[in-house]
């Protein structure tokens, strides 16, 4: 990653080819560069060379404002219209971090999803290589200056100072902008700058200790080191180890001291020298035997399939299509079995839930060394080694969360997306990028095949099978002749009339374990067998409400009310994590009369455990996974038997396979069903069937009960048949009128200010904007806007949200539209921001 500063070289230059927008070709490069920024602006910026010869898709230091920025090379001028052009300060990179296909790929995602094109690009690389670089100021000339003066001040400052940094100096003197200052003191020869190139990722290393100087004749090495036994007995340990071993082990393991092995240095038999260590969080996982099970016929056919596709038509997607437990993952690896013997590369995407050490020791033991894993929870350090494997070649197949879409494979021949369906794969922040449909794309660049696996395929990746812009696949049956477990469901309105007469007036009520529930988790618990139990609620109470007024305490930064965490004793707001002691007075009224509504986890934890003292229970979401490894933990736990009862949120509906998982027990299966989204039945049918799927894996079998108050819902039907082509086709039948995904694209039109009226005033004359513009466009009347209205959830983080969104089964007309919006709207007042969400998961 050596960075130049100053390089002459007589590499080609190139020009920008017409076909293919900010990629070059090997010819005439030019006097100019141009180079992408990761600022909200969509435009990339002109620099002149400054006697550098920078790549396409190098990172360069630029200056920016009152200060330096680092971007990215994305194409060549050999003119510019403007007046005055400032050169690169350095080139930060030996080879370009971004390949020519990336390069294709920033550009498409830039167009699509309306976002500038650095900040893009800025996503696509480990953020250690975006920091930018300290500027250090020197003292070069000590002749007196008029100390009076702003220059004076600078140079009385620096007197005593070896080197200082622009911005300590800045804040130091409370100048305001000082650049023009220093500018005229370097001109006039007073002080230097000198920009220090940004430290990449700390590297770890090791001292390891070798041979400098064999002896074939022990008489000569005993004559050299005379008296010193121990560093004669370390030299022995040293040559009998190949002639290297590390210094750790010769002091801890072997026992010699520091000064033994100093002393074999300072005689020059051996030289001890730092080795880069690569890390690698998951090595110590456990990896299971290595898997050489035969496929089933159709596992067999399913691979034949996507590898006579790959051969045919490279760059397409397959809807792999298996009910859980059929065993996709077997598919997917020996796929890349095969692709990896072609000498192309593979990235694996998998749920950020599911990237779990179960998951990753599924591919090491088949990949071995070859896996590098790329997860938000490795240290900067970790991640950095990850990505440097992956872009050397060392390691050949990434296996990582949404972002290791990016991930800089070596002649990438395959890319799986795991669990398809799921919504993590989408970035709620810029760039607001759906993870899913940038594989597709990525596969195309690449000339890859792109298998998109689920037992619950979204809609949309449905409709492109519908339409033949998938392959499809279908593995009806599990793995080894098991039957998907049967479903039952509990209705809670039937048990709240039988338990009418137990209740106390006065005190709410709350069914977490029916008859029929705790009647068979006491069975499964006596027999030593596994239980799963889901709540996708996390907390002890939803919303604290004063029985004599009425009021809800809610969070003062968002219009929704604050959940009460017992275990912490704290409301907490689970949109921007504001927490407040918990109310024990009504903050309204003053009353002390608090009802503890909703239930989430931290409840059922607490009455599970009442009612089965003995059962080991262990309870798995985001409040008891916050540590760097605590899935690993837990799940590892379940894995050896020590917990009898987990209890958890959505992630404990994905990638689990512990076949004494004997029961499933959904608490209150009506969770997020009916919340103000087209997608929520979506999501509660593939959640229902995702959490049914964790048992009956075994030869003990299993079964499943969801409790609801809603037994009739067609979600709920269809999950107690297994039925996923039943649930498609109602689901269907319902988004076609109003038009809603897949039969139209959306984009959700998102303003927000701190200043109520500010917002409402902003998002009514962007939609007076949007008129305007699809009058103009050659197709009118292709795009649909409903709204504008306050978003579902109006106030979050003290910023009140109004939106509006655009419709169209045109993909064109919503891509023309989005770019006007996004370049030529332009909002008013103070801290106004507009967001234009693609493809939106969610609409709340």
Known sequence: MGARWARSNTRESTTRNPDTPGVNTLKSRGEYVEVALPVPLHQVFVYSLGGLRPELGDRVLVP????????????????????????????????????????????????????????????MLPSFLTRIPKEMITLVDRSPVDLDSRKGKIVQFLQDRGGTSTDFLKRQLGLGPIRRDLRSLVTEGVVDIKVQPPEIAPVKTEKIVTINKWFENLGELESLLGRAKRQLEAYKILADSGGKIELAHLVKQAG??????????????????????????????????????????????????????????????????????????????????????????????VPEISLTPQTVSRFRARFGNQVAVLHSALSEGERFDAWEQLKSGERMVAVGARSAVF?????????????????????????????????TVRAVKEGAVC????????????????????????????????????????????????????????????????????????????????????????????????????????????????????????????????????????????????????????????????????ARLVRMDVDTTSGKWSHQEILGRVERGEVDILLGTQMISKGLDFPRVTLVGVINADVGMHLPDFRSSERTFQLLSQVA??????????????????PEHYVLQATLDHDYLGFVQREL?????????PYVRLVNVVVSSPDKECAADNVEAASRFVPRVTREMSKGGEVDMVGPAPCPIEKIQDRWRWHF???????????????????NFKTKGRDVRLILDRDPSSLL
């Open 64 to 123: 920016f404002g009152n200060g330096e920025r680092i971007g990215l090379v994305v194409g060549f001028a050999t003119k510019t219209r403007l007046a005055k052009v400032k050169p690169i300060l350095g080139v930060l990179d030996s080879k370009p971090v971004v390949t020519s296909t990336q390069m294709e790929l920033a550009f498409w995602m830039s167009s699509y999803y309306a976002t500038p094109l650095g900040i893009i690009l800025k996503a």
């Open 256 to 349: 010699f001291s520091r000064g033994v092995i100093s002393g074999l240095e300072n005689k020059g038999v051996v030289q001890v020298e730092d080795r880069v260590v690569q890390r690698d969080p998951f090595s110590d996982i456990p990896v299971p035997n290595k898997m050489e099970h035969a496929p089933t016929g159709d596992q067999a056919k399913a691979i034949e399939a996507i590898l006579e596709s790959y051969e045919k038509d490279k760059g397409t997607s397959t809807l792999l299509h298996g009910v859980t437990g059929s065993g996709k993952t077997l598919v997917y690896v020996e796929v890349i079995k095969k692709i990896l013997e072609l000498g192309r590369g593979a990235i694996v995407l």
């Open 407 to 439: 991930a800089p494979i070596k002649n990438l021949g395959i890319i799986v997306v795991d669990e398809e369906h799921d919504s993590t794969y989408k970035q709620n922040e810029a760039p607001r990028y759906q993870a899913r449909d940038v594989a």
């Open 451 to 614: 298998i998109l696996g689920s037992a619950t395929p979204s809609l949309e990746s449905w409709y492109n099978k519908e339409r033949k812009k998938f392959h499809y696949i279908s593995l009806p049956e599990r793995v080894g002749g098991g039957s998907l477990p049967p479903v039952q469901t509990v209705d809670l309105r039937k048990e709240l009339k039988d338990r009418k007469s137990e209740l106390v007036p006065g005190r709410d009520v709350s069914l977490v374990l029916t008859t029929a529930l705790k009647e068979a988790i006491g069975d499964r618990v006596s027999k030593g067998e596994q239980t799963l139990l889901l709540l996708n609620r996390r907390g002890y109470s939803s919303f604290i409400q004063c029985r004599t007024c009425g009021g809800v305490e809610t969070c003062t930064k968002c219009s929704i009310s604050m959940t009460f965490h017992r275990s912490r004793g704290q409301m907490v707001c689970h949109h921007c994590g504001t927490s407040k002691k918990a109310a024990v007075k009504c903050s309204s009224c003053d009353s002390s009369d608090l009802s503890f509504k909703g239930m989430g986890t931290e409840q059922v934890e607490r009455i599970v455990t009442e009612t089965f003292p003995s």
């Open 693 to 710: 799927g964790r048992t009956g894996r075994g030869s003990l079998g299993g079964e499943v009960f969801i409790q609801t108050f809603l």
């Open 733 to 741: 039948s319902q988004r076609r009128n109003p038009s809603y995904p």
């Open 805 to 823: 969104l655009l419709r169209s089964a045109s993909i064109s007309a919503l891509n023309h539209l989005v770019e006007e919006v996004s370049r």
